[in-house]
């Protein structure tokens, strides 16, 4: 069965400071992997997404991702947090292919990482 | 504006008390899906449709139920919510086939059952 781990529940940065949020993924087939952002009271956003090719993927507001096939992960990183991205953050991973699956196109989300950011 | 609409937005209710929360998609798409978030579970699928008339349990079903007579609509019902049922859900759509099956979500419905 498919999983997403996110270790890190709460991180604290300071604004200015460099951000990486874990995530660790268990599929049986080519995964497909998502970044969403959940700002307080808000509903989910994308910020990034990745099914192949590059293994670093550009998403919305600075972010960015990195895959490693070896580690399974994919990995959330930001050079330079800024006050406003404090909010939560989801891992999820869902099929990719044209066959139908189980689940309808089901995303295995993780537990999110609660993102605090210190002025 | 393609979008994945929901209502209420927000509800109180009592136990025992049925409900429906409406969802609707102007996407044309195939799949639809409930889900459910909760604090340091994140999201989990409840029921799921991958056409007219054709749903399916997810990983929570108890306690829901869910109907699809229209494509663009994918109603969620509770018929008798028990405050364990107090959550945040979503309401997502998604296309069938292709390589990119990529879910969109509506804004949430955030209902407490007292």
Known sequence: AQSVTQPDIHITVSEGASLELRCNYSYGATPYL???VQSPGQGLQLLLKYFSGDTLVQGIKGFEAEFKRSQSSFNLRKPSVHWSDAA???CAVGPLGETDTGGGNKLTFGTGTQLKVEL | EAQVTQNPRYLITVTGKKLTVTCSQNMNHEYMSWYRQDPGLGLRQIYYSMNVEVTDKGDV???YKVSRKEK???PLILESPSPNQTSLYFC?????????NEQFFGPGTRLTVL
Not at chain 2, 92 to 100: E, L, M, Q, V, W
Request: charged letters at 25%.
């Open chain 1, 34 to 36: 998502f970044w969403y």
């Open chain 2, 61 to 63: 079903p108890e306690g």
């Open chain 2, 92 to 100: 997502a759509s998604s296309p069938r086939g292709g390589r990119f």
């Open chain 1, 88 to 90: 939560e953050y989801f």
């Open chain 2, 72 to 74: 663009r609509n994918f």
